[in-house]
């Protein structure tokens, strides 16, 4: 025999069996055992099916108890801006910077309040009002907001 037939007989036939003679052997003697789980289940529709009830007919109970979510966030507010010239220079010099996000809040006496936000984070606030501060020279107060 030449070494290629033996080198064939050895990796195709030799290794596999000595691979897989265990799997093999235990599908062989449990094949009596082996459920299939892919039988298509028997069409039980008509058999025991609860009568359909209309929406109208369901009873909604009113003692549902209500709960309330407290929910804050964070903003950060510039007092010292208050005119409509300061705000336009404010706003673009924002843009300049990255942050577009700025709201008018309703403040004491029927003013208004321009603040950025608002944030989930109390020190996501902060460090957006330090980096404000440091790239504009706007100092900014952070305020809470409560639902």
Known sequence: MKFNNVYLIFSLFLIPIY??????????????????????????????SPKIINYGDLEISNDTPLRQIISESWVISFPEIDSEKL?????????KIGIKSVIKLPFKDNSELIAIGPFVDKEMAKSIALKIN????YSGNIMRLNN
């Open 19 to 48: 691979i897989f003679h265990a799997p093999v052997i235990s599908y062989i003697q449990n094949f009596s055992k082996i459920t299939y789980s892919l039988d298509i289940p028997e069409n039980n529709i008509g058999v025991n």
């Open 87 to 95: 705000f336009n220079d404010f706003s673009s010099n924002l843009k």
């Open 134 to 137: 440091n790239s504009l020279g």
